[in-house]
Each structure stands twice: as C-alpha cells, then as structure tokens.
C-alpha cells in the first residue's frame, strides 16, 4: 500500500516561492511516476507536473520556468519548487503516484493520492 504525505503549503505574497514536499511509503519513487495535482473548489484536479522513474520530467503550460519537480529517492520525498507565484496558483496540491513508468497529467491514471497541502497566494 502507498502512502503519501504533503507538507510546505501556506500562504505567500505574488511573486514569492514554496516548496512542497511528499513523503512516500517504501520505494515508490524508484518504481512510479510521481505528480503533483492542484485543484480549486468547483473545478476539476488539474495535473501540475509529473517525473517518472527515469527522472523524465512534464509540466503543464501554466507552471513552464516557475515550477519544478524533483524528488529524492534516498529519503522517498518528492518536491515541487514554486517561484513567482501568482494568485491563480491559489490551490490545493496534491502528491499522487502510479506505479510503472507511464507517466500523464490525467488524475484518472493515479490510484494512490495523498491528503493536500493548501497553497494561498494573495
């Protein structure tokens, strides 16, 4: 079974930086692709960025040269750096995971979820 776990959302000023991170169960991060999801209430789980075993990395437009995923698999943690926030970023973030190297932005396609991390920019 695998277990996620956020932390590091709060609140920030435009133009500030976080960084998100999710504690994983076992050795997810050397078997899944691991993402980061964010979702406002009323609209659908929107897919971040993703990073698979093999460190390939995506993002969606939005998040391109502000965000960055990244993970450490000595300590099983996942990251997300956040510069330049703006307050469209304003969201709940998710850690999710899927075992195997086939990686997407689709929240269907990740069974295993972790609680979110509220991240407020005003």
């Known amino acids: 079974h695998v277990q996620l776990v956020e932390s590091g959302g709060g609140l920030v000023q435009p133009g500030g930086s976080l960084r998100l991170s999710c504690a994983a169960s076992?050795?997810?991060?050397?078997?899944?692709?691991m993402a980061w999801f964010r979702q406002v209430p009323g609209k659908e789980r929107e897919g971040v960025a993703t990073?698979?075993?093999?460190?390939?990395?995506s993002y969606v437009d939005s998040v391109k040269g502000r965000f960055t995923i990244s993970k450490d698999n000595a300590k099983n943690t996942l990251y997300l750096q956040m510069n330049s926030l703006k307050p469209e970023d304003t969201a709940m973030y998710y850690c999710?995971?899927?075992?195997?190297?086939?990686?997407?932005?689709?929240?269907?396609?990740?069974?295993?979820w972790g609680q979110g991390t509220q991240v407020t920019v005003s």
């Open positions: 990073i698979n075993s093999a460190e390939f990395i």
């Open positions: 076992g050795n997810t991060l050397t078997s899944s692709c």
């Open positions: 999710a995971a899927r075992l195997g190297a086939y990686c997407s932005l689709r929240s269907s396609d990740f069974p295993y």
